[in-house]
């Protein structure tokens, strides 16, 4: 007990040095938070300097312009991101119809194939069959008409 | 009273509206690359007439057998090319109209 009111005369004695202190204490605190918000704002004015010039845009606003600083910037960029969305859509949607019109272009070759190779095994056969039927080497009309089909020829 | 408090509004709160900021990114375009051949590749071919009907010849086997041959693949030949071209337009433009 006697330390404490000890402690406390002490402080009373020297009151007007210890609010100073403190007082001291509070402005270098209040520096130090100052000074490091001051070099935090530099580099993101930095920062910001290097995306708007990346963006095609400087971060001040153009003389005589009533836009705020960044308000050009953040519009070149904003534009920019819908660029390249818009970019990356158009490309898939093309890609996607190309892809499409590629399916029909193989479904429609397939039939035209299938079709050319029913047509040219029946002109094979029917040769076959009006080859056989001759007699000796002497070729008749038919034997023609049938090499005629085989080749897809009209006579 | 509220007539010319209600004309300076109307008059001044348009100025407050939003009004887009013009930019420069260009439009996004995406271009389909067409690699047609030529237009004389993907031209028909024009069959010629075959042998005329009514024609007899005595033709030894070994002579049929290569008419035979050459006619088969001239069909073969010309079939795929018809498939090729119809390959890069847009119907089946070889085959010849329905009678």
Not at chain 2, 29 to 54: F, H, K, S, Y
Not at chain 2, 70 to 81: E, I, K, M, N, P
Request: glycine residues 4%.
């Amino acid at each position: 007990m006697r330390f404490v009111k000890h402690i406390l005369q002490l402080l009373g004695l020297h009151r007007s040095w210890l609010t100073l202190l403190a007082l001291g204490a509070a402005a270098a605190f209040f520096w130090w938070e100052f000074a490091t918000m001051r070099a935090e704002r530099d580099r993101y004015r930095q920062w910001a300097d290097v995306v708007c010039a990346s963006a095609g845009s400087p971060f001040a606003p153009a003389p005589k312009s009533k836009l705020k600083p960044g308000d050009q910037c953040k519009a070149e960029v904003a534009a920019l991101a819908r660029f390249r969305t818009d970019q990356a859509r158009l490309t898939v949607e093309l890609l996607a119809r190309v892809s499409r019109e590629r399916d029909g272009k193989i479904d429609r070759d397939l039939a035209i194939a299938a079709r050319s190779a029913r047509a040219a095994a029946q002109a094979a056969q029917d040769m076959e069959k009006a080859n056989a039927a001759l007699q000796g080497d002497h070729v008749d009309p038919a034997w023609f008409a049938a090499l005629n089909r085989l080749a897809g020829l009209q006579p | 009273m509220w007539i010319l408090p209600g004309l300076l509004l109307s008059t001044a709160l348009p100025g407050c509206s939003h009004k887009p900021i013009e930019t420069t990114p260009p439009p996004p375009v995406a271009i389909e690359v067409r690699d047609t051949p030529p237009a004389d590749l993907l031209r028909c071919p024009e069959r010629p007439a075959g042998i005329p009907a009514g024609l007899s010849a005595s033709i030894p086997a070994p002579a049929r057998q290569a008419l035979i041959d050459l006619a088969a693949a001239y069909r073969s030949t010309v079939d795929q090319l018809e498939r090729l071209i119809g390959w890069h337009r847009s119907a089946d433009p070889c085959r010849p109209p329905a009678p």
